[in-house]
């Protein structure tokens, strides 16, 4: 009994050996199969090219011991060659559930625009619904970020400890959020400035006429020094004016500040091109570059020009959407 066990054993571990060989395939037109490993050997069969082959034992140097279909025989190793195993099939991947679905759908109904509350202590709900927890007050005046205006009498806005509902009729909107730059300094892009040569042209002009008249006086006075003095003080102070009014670049520096309810409340002048910026309705900062040209200050931030008229050295008028008057502090 335990040498049938052992024989059904042996004959099971053959057979999984068998199956585990691998694939090989005949490269010349007509394989020869031998009965031993000797080239000079009795010949038991042949077989096509490109026909495939199941390899036995590899462990001799030149030949191959294969299965045929009713025995065994010996193929050169030189006309047979190793072929892949066909590969398994890629299973699919379960489908995951899609979790970020909802954080999609709430952000497509996300107005991600900047309002004012209009009421006094205006109540913040856990809920839409009137009667739902009250969880939070803001004070009148207080700007929110609205992330869901989906509802038809509430919106979902953005607190200091999480989120909340409050009634759509006390607040009035302002100015679309800025997304990402919030209370972040961020770089503007630099306004290209206009080369205009009028001013040095006139100012030559004036030049040349000025030491034509001073020409003439000199040739003409005959010798009386007054006349030759006046006439040369009267045209350096009139060269001197016009060169502070047509050529010297204005420059504009200190902190400009408004009291009024605009956006954009402070300008900082930090040096001859460098102004730094607070935006009150999206609470950040910002740095840009800006030119002058003429008595205007022209600057960018990521979506607007900003446009200043420059009074006088303690005053700066906003142009356009940030109308308004800057004083200097």
């Known amino acids: 009994m335990t040498r049938i066990l052992f024989l059904f054993f042996a004959l099971f571990i053959f057979s999984s050996t068998v199956n585990a060989q691998d694939i090989y395939r005949v490269k010349a037109d007509k394989l020869r199969v031998r009965a031993t490993k000797d080239s000079k ?196 102070v009139t060269s001197y004016f016009c060169y502070i009014t047509f050529i010297q670049a204005k420059v504009v520096t200190g902190t400009f500040a408004s009291n009024e309810d605009i956006q954009y409340k402070t300008f900082s002048f930090k040096s001859k091109d460098s102004v730094t910026v607070t935006d009150a309705y999206t609470d950040s900062i910002f740095t840009s570059k800006y030119v002058i040209e003429g008595d205007m200050i022209k600057l960018y931030d990521q979506q607007n020009t900003i446009m200043l008229l420059i009074r006088d050295d303690q005053t700066l008028i906003g142009e356009g959407f940030t109308r308004g008057t800057f004083t200097k502090k």
């Not at 191959?64 to 072929?83: A, R």
């Not at 969880?135 to 919106?155: C, Q, R």
Request: charged share 20%; no cysteine; hydrophobic share 40%.
């Open 41 to 236: 050997s009795k010949v038991i069969g042949s077989i096509s090219k490109n026909e495939n082959l199941t390899v036995l034992d590899a462990g001799d140097a030149k030949f191959y011991k294969i299965k045929l279909k009713n025995s065994e025989g010996w193929v050169s190793k030189d006309f047979v060659e190793k072929i892949a195993p066909a590969a398994k099939p890629a299973t699919p991947p379960a489908p995951q559930p899609n979790a970020a679905q909802p954080a999609s759908m709430s952000q497509a109904t996300a107005s991600n625009d900047m309002y004012r509350a209009t009421a006094d202590d205006l109540r913040v709900r856990e809920k839409a619904d009137p009667k739902s927890k009250i969880v939070g007050h803001l004070p009148k005046g207080e700007n929110v970020a609205v992330i869901d205006s989906s509802n038809t009498s509430f919106y979902k806005i953005k607190v200091t400890n999480g989120e909340g509902w409050v009634s759509k009729e006390f607040l009035v909107r302002i100015s679309p959020v800025k997304a990402a730059v919030e209370k972040t300094p961020i770089s503007a892009s630099v306004p290209q400035e206009k080369k205009d040569y009028t001013n040095i042209i006139f100012f030559v002009v004036v030049g040349l006429i000025l030491i034509t008249i001073l020409y003439f006086s000199i040739k003409y006075a005959s010798g009386n020094k007054f006349l030759i003095g006046f006439s040369v003080i009267v045209i350096l």
